[in-house]
């Protein structure tokens, strides 16, 4: 199935406009993965404990050039490990500060040959 027939449920799960599920376009919906990978811990899902990357333990964490380096790595190997079939990551920046983390990402989708620039941010919980 292409990127352009196939239709995916939007994140999170909402109706439309018409009652229906909502639906998402392909890059919509790798956004929306991008999402859910970044800000799961690992051991959150009980049938996949590696799953996630750790990057809202920044929002805690007094911030240093080491710790960023660490989480940057740790970011884009997950994104290569869970999501390395559909995008190719060509830049990621993670920046922590004020109880949020922000993730930089610049990726080609590929199914399409799309580039994208997404910002990502968590917060910590109030």
């Known amino acids: 199935m292409s990127p352009r027939t196939r239709s995916d449920i939007a994140f999170p799960f909402r109706p ?6 909502a639906h998402a376009t392909h ?11 970044l800000f799961t811990s690992p051991g959150e899902r009980v049938m996949r ?6 990057l809202l333990d920044l929002v805690f964490a007094p911030t240093s ?8 790595l740790s970011v884009h190997a997950a994104l290569q490990r869970w999501l390395g079939d559909l995008i190719e990551v060509e830049a990621l920046d993670v920046i922590g500060d004020d109880h949020t983390v922000r993730v930089h990402l610049s990726y080609v989708l590929r199914a399409t040959g ?4 997404d910002v990502f941010e968590g917060r910590a919980a109030a």
Do not use: K, M, N
Request: aromatic residues 2%; negative net charge.
């Open 16 to 21: 439309d406009r018409r009652g229906r599920t």
């Open 27 to 37: 890059g919509e919906h790798v956004h929306d993965l991008i999402e859910q990978l």
């Open 49 to 54: 404990p590696d799953f996630g990357c750790g």
């Open 65 to 72: 050039p080491e710790l960023v380096s660490t989480l940057e």
């Open 114 to 117: 799309a580039r994208r620039d």
